[in-house]
């Protein structure tokens, strides 16, 4: 009995666990309405239309603890589809375009590190300017949607790998790399450093590296949400990712990731995008009327933080 | 074994340091001592790495040392606390200590079994053991400070440089970084202690530095000059001390103004009642979190609802903003916190209850900050460059100009120098003489000794796990008596 409340207590105080239960809470809910929703096949698809946006939140969240943010992600995963389908189409061999989309999206997030915690530049500011460079860049690359990917990415993307779908693979590599680096001395010199970057500075800490690393590692998510969603899509569109950035954000802050830095952990960003996912997939299978659809959603978006809010309340007097 | 050769630092248009020189020996332990923007802690700033002066350069241990950053200070054996402190409520107790010297094991990762050994031990040397998993933000404000001196303690730097390290401190921890100090320069360490307290200058340093306008008035043994001496030299004239007007018994009172009947100390389980009179000092005094700050900031509506009379008519107080509109003023000693609007200019800082919460159009600026005598340059300069003291004048003033009728002080005058500190003493003393009335908490007895001196209409109040264990009045103010009554007696019997 006490240790059963000793469990919840430590359970309300993860930052993880509105997200986790407003996921869990839509998933039931979405099981009376659509009657497949808990079949394996549904929930495999669900979960790779989801991935991209589950790796981009997974980037924008480690630069929102290191107390910035970044908005550009969404127009890099863009950069990083329309790249991937034209070095396809030019006859590279799909593993090395793997490994130039990635090298390109961490350019990109290297170019806003640098802009942000060398030259200090607004990272607001600065990531709204490079989204809209990124997204120029994506046009220029490929100005009408098209093309086609390798058999083996797609077949890849929707088989399964070890009994799991391996979709998943894409958003559990950056995953377990936040989850390492968080281990090392630097994962709480990026805490610090997103919380006071004055108190972290005289503290000794690398504020400028951490940045820099936030950012490089958000463009590596990119990257990785670039792979997903051409594996998943087998085409180019330079606009792809126009709406994740905000998606991702949005469900970073869903999630438990303080928008002021410092606090929350990645996990929740995970179960924020699959909130946020599963929001859209209901609303579509509802048979809803399109024009009342994006109604729909912001509704149940709205209820879902209020009950996450009055969740989070309960839990005790939020630190500041 | 630190040798700092005319440094000189400006700030805009303010010399903050003017070719200063400084040598101190390895093993010694020097006390810097100086106003409110004498440069004491630009100073250390410089040599800790946070501030680049204009001119000048460092040596140590007769080696010229390139300090451009705290990491460079910290590879040349160079550590210093700040007057901010760098503890961050986001981390645990472990991390916080450990950040600047985490363990690592297999080179990369945090060894966190081994931090946390430190770290017990570290806290149990500093009386924290209690607080190993406690959460950064439920911190009391002294254990605050004990943090950030172990923090810099657990470096073992051979250079460690104390910011106001005591200004929020209590008698028995100071009597701890005494220690441990002790120990420090036992191993061949060199310290550099900045304090407003001239006791503890005494009782730990070997030798004082006094700064006086960003130039070193000159250093001193500390056997060779008493304290009225180096007060001399430190305002650059002749300071007498004890100004205190000797006051005689007196239970004058006065009409009440605001009586609390039940001021709740949750922490023991117990409640204080207390009656102001119009024009009362009641100066509030204790060992650490025996309920002193409770009371003010209960009476301000920060600790929830409180039931009180003013002026005879019955209110309940819910919140900050009804206290103010029943005109209370509630100054905190934790100007970062709760004080100043950082990134905002003196004026405005100045301005901010009037104009936001009274609605009231503001008196002249320049004329407040003229009465409070604030050192600055300019109205539309940013607050956070003015010195702590004088950023807590102008956090005075902006309350002083409201004409308060009860002034809630939670040791306001921490990280004040002793000059500052009797002007700020005088300009509240004023404000009674004016028809206000002042509670206010200190952690430093003397330092409501002097206050209450000002005034015939004054006691002390003496609080001991929260309860009232006795009220001083008139000569029966001393330290001695307010330190005798807030240490418990073996017996149990308090006078």
Sequence with gaps: MNRARLLLGSLRKMSAMPAILLFFALLVANSFIMANSLSRSFLVSYLNNTTPVMCIAIGTSVVIICGEIDISLGAMLSVGNVLLIKLLGAGVPYQAAVVLVLAASMAMGLLNGFLIAAMRGSSLLTTFATSTIYSGLALLIMPVPGGSVAREMSRFYNGSLLGLPAAALFFMIPYAIWKIYKRTTHGMRLYAAGYDRNKAYVSGVNVTGEKIFAFVFAGFCAGMGALAITSSLGAGDALIGAAMSMMAISAAVIGGVSLSGGYGDVTGSLFGSLFLGLITVSVLSSNVSPFVQQLASGLILLFGMLGAMAFGMKSGKKRN | ?495
Excluded at chain 2, 230 to 252: A, H, N, P, Q, W
Excluded at chain 2, 437 to 451: G, K, P, R, T, W
């Design chain 2, 1 to 495: 074994m630190l040798h700092l050769e005319n440094v000189s630092k400006t700030y805009g248009h303010v010399r903050a340091l003017e070719d200063v020189s400084l040598t101190v020996n390895q093993g010694e332990i020097r006390g810097i001592l100086g106003g409110n923007g004498s440069g004491k802690s630009t100073l250390v700033k410089i040599a800790g790495g946070t501030v680049v002066p204009d001119t000048g350069s460092l040596h140590i241990a007769g080696r010229k040392a390139a300090i451009k950053s705290p990491r460079d200070a910290k590879r040349n054996g160079i550590v210093m606390t700040s007057q901010e402190l760098s503890v961050m409520p986001n981390l645990t107790v472990c991390e916080n200590l450990m950040l600047c010297r985490f363990p690592v094991r297999a080179g990369v990762f945090a060894d966190r079994r081994k931090a946390r050994q430190t770290c017990r031990e570290m806290l149990r040397d500093l009386g924290l053991e209690h607080r190993c998993d406690a959460a950064v933000g439920s911190l009391p404000k002294n254990e605050l400070y004990m943090l950030e001196f172990g923090k810099a303690l657990v470096q073992d730097s051979d250079i460690l440089m104390l910011d106001e390290i005591t200004s929020a401190l209590y008698s028995e921890n100071v009597d701890i970084v005494r220690k441990k100090l002790k120990e420090y320069k036992a191993k061949g360490k060199t310290v550099l202690f900045i304090s407003h307290r001239m006791d503890e200058l005494y009782s730990i340093c070997d030798s004082v530095t006094v700064m006086r306008n960003g130039e070193a008035a000159g250093t001193f043994g500390i056997d060779e000059k008493n304290e009225s001496e180096l007060l001399s030299l430190m305002v650059g004239g002749d300071y007498e001390l004890g100004g205190r007007i000797e006051s005689t018994l007196c239970e004058k009172g006065g009409r009440p103004i605001v009586k609390a009947d039940r001021i709740p100390i949750p922490r023991y389980g117990k409640s204080v009642s207390l009656e102001i009179a119009h024009g009362e000092i009641i100066g509030v005094a204790g060992l650490q979190g025996h309920g002193q700050a409770e009371i003010v900031r209960t009476l301000h509506g920060l600790l929830g609802d409180v039931d009180m009379n003013v002026e005879g008519i019955p209110v309940t107080i819910r919140n900050p903003r009804q206290a103010v509109e029943k005109g209370f003023a509630f100054i905190s000693g934790d100007r970062e916190g709760e004080g100043v609007f950082k990134e905002h200019s003196i004026a405005d800082n100045l301005v901010a209850v009037e104009d936001l919460v009274k609605r009231k159009r503001p008196g002249a600026v320049a004329d407040v900050l003229a009465a409070i005598k604030v050192k600055y340059a300019n109205i539309h300069q940013n607050l956070t460059s003015l010195s702590g003291g004088n950023q807590q004048k102008v956090i005075v003033g902006r309350w002083t100009s409201t004409n308060p009728l009860l002034i809630l002080a939670d040791d306001p005058t921490k990280g004040i120098d002793v000059l500052a500190r009797s002007e700020l003493h005088a300009l509240f003393a004023g404000m009674t003489k004016r028809g206000s009335s002042l509670v206010m908490v200190s952690s430093d007895e003397q330092e409501l000794v002097s206050l209450c001196g000002h005034s015939d209409n004054s006691r002390v109040i003496v609080l001991y796990e929260g309860a009232i264990v006795c009220t001083l009045r008139g000569a029966d103010i001393t330290r001695d008596n307010i330190v005798a009554a807030t240490i418990p007696q073996k017996n149990g019997a308090l006078s």
